[in-house]
Nanobody
């Protein structure tokens, strides 16, 4: 089992920055990939970015490339999402997820990010 707790969401003006954190407990953190997803009101949950267990491979959605950066600290069992140049369309609930095996099968409770214009 893996438990995930996100933090760092909030209200920010367009062009601003936020850093989300996700702390994991349970299984060995350094053995699985981590990802961030988001869900805007009335929309389906969408992939944002993921990072391999070793931290050397990342994949970003086109909509966030060049603005968001994922990183992880295995010693702290934490994955981060640095979000810069935020846009109103980035407004969503952001979820941290762990991929143990083929799928992302563990999820946090989500943290709200609101970007005002």
């Amino acid at each position: 089992q893996v438990q995930l707790v996100e933090s760092g969401g909030g209200l920010v003006q367009a062009g601003g920055s936020l850093r989300l954190s996700c702390v994991a407990s349970g299984r060995t953190f350094s053995s699985y990939s981590m990802g961030w997803f988001r869900q805007a009101p009335g929309k389906e949950r969408e992939f944002v970015v993921d990072i391999r267990w070793s931290g050397d491979i990342t994949n970003y959605a086109d909509s966030v490339k060049g603005r968001f950066t994922i990183s992880r600290d295995n010693a702290k069992r934490t994955v981060y999402l640095q979000m810069n140049s935020l846009k109103p369309e980035d407004t969503a609930v952001y979820y941290c997820a762990a991929r143990v095996g083929s799928n992302f099968n563990y999820w946090g409770q989500g943290t709200q990010v609101t970007v005002s214009s």
